[in-house]
């Protein structure tokens, strides 16, 4: 589920951006984002970060974030290929303090039909993970001291205890409301949960609300209500337990 939650992170893809191909290098668009990284949908002046894109001479998407003093809060390269626009074939990510100090990278690829995630602290490798096309993950987990831990996910962000559960969940709970069916109405509604160090939703909202049809997100709300198969807290890089927020969608699809 980390990689349907890629949460959300919101993809940014070439075509989104609307950047003209071929793509000059230089060429680049400024995005206001909530202070949960996202896209604003109020307007320019309700935003908490602001991120700046632009095109490498080598093809790169390039994407600083910078906070409302203009510090810089995160880069990102990522590389697309023109067959997969919305999963890009590698992607690097180095998130600073506040003092501007880099305090992790977080390096993604695609290879032989799996996906590789490796963590860095300090150029120490923290977590070294793979998972295949079902998302089956396995890898390990470098705590600062040295000793090591067997995972089976990216712990440093919160997650389902199983895919196959919360899959069977929905399946057996979700209801397609009767209006969106009537008028044929699809959609993928998007939830933001705040996970905390015991594994417990103590906040939730609703990223896409104000885009979204009304009935499938009061739907959303409804099977959230109904959810208790808990959730795992994403670890500091300590291996601690710590709070953090998780995105991931609900899709609604007539035959």
Not at 144 to 154: A, I, L, Y
Request: proline share 5%.
């Amino acid at each position: 589920m980390n990689d349907l939650v890629k949460c959300i992170g919101v993809v940014l893809w070439f075509g989104f951006l609307g950047f003209s191909r071929p793509t000059h290098a230089q060429e680049r668009k400024i995005i206001h984002l909530d202070a949960h990284f996202l896209p604003t949908e109020s307007g320019e002046d309700d935003h908490t970060y602001s991120k700046i894109v632009t095109v490498s001479a080598e093809g790169e998407l390039v994407e600083k974030t910078y906070d409302l003093n203009y510090t810089l809060v995160s880069v990102k390269k990522s590389l697309f290929e023109e067959s997969e626009p919305l999963d890009p074939l590698w992607e690097e990510e180095t998130h600073y303090s506040s003092d501007g100090v880099p305090m992790y990278t977080e390096f993604k690829y695609r290879k032989d039909n799996a996906k590789y995630t490796k963590v860095l602290v300090d150029e120490k490798l923290v977590l070294d993970l793979i998972c295949d096309n079902s998302l089956s993950c396995e890898g390990t987990f470098v705590a600062p001291s040295g000793e090591e831990e067997t995972v089976d996910r990216d712990i440093f962000k919160p997650s389902l205890p199983s895919v196959k559960v919360w899959q069977e969940f929905l399946a057996k709970n979700l209801s397609y409301p009767q209006s969106a069916r009537n008028t044929r109405t699809e959609g993928e509604i998007w939830i933001g949960l705040k996970i905390d160090e015991y594994g417990e939703q103590v906040e939730r909202f609703i990223v896409n609300r104000a885009s979204s049809d009304p009935s499938l997100v009061k739907e959303v709300e409804r099977i959230l209500d109904r959810y208790t198969g808990g959730f795992v807290p994403a670890r500091t890089i300590y291996g601690n337990p710590t709070a953090a927020w998780m995105y991931l969608p609900i899709r609604f699809r007539l035959a």
